[in-house]
């Protein structure tokens, strides 16, 4: 295995970059600021507007929120459904067969760098070391970075011991906050020697042909494709319900939603892993924000306000879904903060991202990124108000809320959920996930528990805004249970 070992000034170099580099060259795209003082009055003003509605006013109050936030609903709703149809045809969806990929002369690949994050990892650093020694790509083509903490001893020792390919190389990323991925990536990318770049989380598995499908995919792309996102599945979605709830989840996201949002031109939040790059565009946009927390949706925003385009390819990356819903609520806050991070700070300049991403890729960006993790709050209240109308307490609710705003609310709920019922079971039959129709009957019960990590993540954007919440990976009995098209 080899290892690198440059210069103190270089690696200091790296590091301040790596932390540094974007909130210096580009401070309004960072998040290491949560929110502007403009947006701060804005959110004051809010508030004291609100609780002195409350107050003086509190039933129209209540009514004035609930017909917003119906509003707001029905146009996630309908935005999603326009989105969902888009995809089902999977015309936007770049397919390059096994034929196509093999077909292209070892020389007229491109040099691909692989960024290879990971912390307390132990457990599961083999495996993925293991994978990606299955790519089948020119090893003096290929560079793979596996970036570890400089403290992190079990980790760094679990890699050591592990017969790697001569392609793989430790960096070990000096400790500096934030303790996130993306800064281990920043930090990365300046020993990176490839055009293309991507990444692979270390629970990954990765389809061996796939850095050459997404060199193809760029070759047959227009010139202002910036990325090539891979689509994202687990492989013990028959672990249990949870997973096969998540597993449902990943389908209808990145079978569906992702390549309906190609057609509409809108921006595209990126996956975690398997999302491949070009380096000059990475480096003209400022790679990642390591203050982000969903680093992957901030940069596919950026692609976009860029002038960039993201497509998907139909080249599958194998991951573990968490089993545990101590885990997956760590994990899915996580998302739901970074998403709200993200929309704040582009939201810092709403002229000039309206005027980019005209006014239905901006209506899109706000659904996604503010709506989701929001209206998955609101949803916890409304089902609260639900439950108490039909537990018997209807003169509490219609005290409060007239039936001319209650009812269209209700119905507004009762058909929503109804819709991404009926999304979840088509996204399962057409992926040729049968064996998990019971998971996407079952959904609402999974909504509780986003509901649970969306306030949570809400929460902490308060208080800890770049706080990385580790996911633990290698759980037992992960693979133990595999969907039908997982690899063996």
């Given at each position: 295995m080899n290892e690198d070992q440059p210069?103190?000034?270089?690696?200091?170099?790296?590091?301040?970059?790596?932390?540094?580099?974007?909130?210096e060259r580009r401070p309004e795209l960072s998040a290491a600021q949560v929110v502007v003082p403009w947006q701060r009055s804005v959110l004051i003003v809010l508030l004291a507007l609100l609780a002195v509605g409350a107050v003086l006013a509190r039933t129209p109050t209540l009514i004035a929120i609930t017909v917003v936030c119906t509003g707001a609903y029905v146009w996630t709703l309908a935005d999603r459904l326009v989105l969902f149809f888009r995809g089902l045809d999977g015309r936007s969806i770049i397919t390059v067969s096994d034929a196509d990929a093999e077909a292209v002369d070892d020389d007229a690949l491109p040099a691909y760098t692989i960024l290879v994050p990971a912390f307390h990892e132990p457990e599961v650093i083999g495996t993925v070391i293991e994978n990606l020694a299955a790519f089948r790509?020119?090893?003096?083509?290929?560079?793979i970075l596996l970036l570890l903490e400089a403290d992190d001893d079990a980790t760094i020792a679990a890699a050591r011991a592990v017969d790697a390919p001569a392609t793989l190389h430790i960096v070990e990323v000096p400790p500096a906050e934030p303790r996130t991925k993306p800064k281990?990536?920043?930090?990365?990318?300046?020993?990176?020697?490839?055009?293309?770049?991507?990444?692979?989380?270390?629970e990954d598995r990765p389809d061996p042909l796939?850095?050459?499908?997404?060199?193809?995919?760029?070759?047959?792309?227009?010139?202002?494709?910036?990325?090539?996102?891979?689509?994202?599945a687990f492989h013990n979605g028959g672990q249990n319900l949870l997973t096969a709830w998540f597993t449902a989840d990943y389908a209808l996201w990145?079978?569906?939603?992702?390549?309906?949002?190609?057609?509409?031109?809108?921006?595209?939040?990126?996956?975690?892993?398997?999302?491949?790059?070009?380096?000059?565009?990475?480096?003209?946009?400022?790679?990642?924000?390591?203050?982000?927390?969903?680093?992957?949706?901030?940069?596919?925003?950026?692609?976009?306000g860029s002038g960039y385009r993201t497509a998907v390819l139909d080249s599958v990356t194998w991951e573990e879904a968490n089993s545990d819903p101590v885990n997956w609520?760590?994990?899915?806050?996580?998302?739901?903060?970074?998403?709200?991070?993200t929309w704040l700070v582009h939201m810092r300049r709403p002229r000039r991202?309206?005027?980019?991403?005209?006014?239905?890729?901006?209506?899109?960006?706000?659904?996604?990124l503010a709506g989701t993790p929001l209206i998955a709050c609101l949803n916890m209240l409304f089902w609260l108000i639900t439950l108490a109308w039909l537990l018997g307490q209807p003169s509490a609710v219609q005290d409060q809320f007239p039936p001319y705003v209650y009812f269209p609310a209700l119905f507004c709920l009762v058909f929503g959920n109804a819709a991404v019922l009926y999304m979840n079971l088509v996204a399962c039959r057409e992926s040729r996930l049968t064996v998990l129709l019971l998971a996407a009957l079952t959904t609402p019960l999974y909504w509780?528990?986003?509901?649970?990590?969306?306030?949570?993540?809400?929460?902490?954007?308060?208080?800890?805004?770049?706080?990385?919440e580790k996911t633990f990976h290698g759980l037992p009995g992960a693979d133990s249970a595999k969907p039908a098209d997982a690899p063996r």
């Open positions: 210069g103190r000034d270089p690696v200091a170099a790296a590091l301040h970059d790596a932390v540094h580099g974007l909130r790509y020119p090893a003096g083509k290929l560079q281990a990536c920043n930090f990365g990318l300046h020993f990176a020697t490839g055009d293309l770049v991507t990444i692979y989380d270390a796939q850095l050459r499908r997404a060199a193809v995919a760029f070759d047959r792309l227009p010139a202002d494709t910036a990325c090539v996102q891979a689509r994202l990145f079978g569906f939603i992702l390549p309906g949002l190609v057609r509409g031109n809108a921006p595209i939040p990126l996956g975690g892993t398997s999302n491949h790059l070009r380096r000059d565009v990475l480096a003209e946009i400022g790679a990642w924000d390591p203050f982000n927390v969903t680093e992957d949706a901030d940069l596919g925003v950026r692609i976009a609520i760590r994990q899915r806050s996580r998302w739901y903060k970074g998403y709200l991070q991202l309206w005027r980019t991403l005209g006014p239905i890729g901006f209506a899109r960006f706000t659904t996604l509780v528990l986003m509901s649970v990590a969306a306030i949570k993540g809400v929460y902490q954007l308060i208080g800890k805004p770049s706080y990385w």
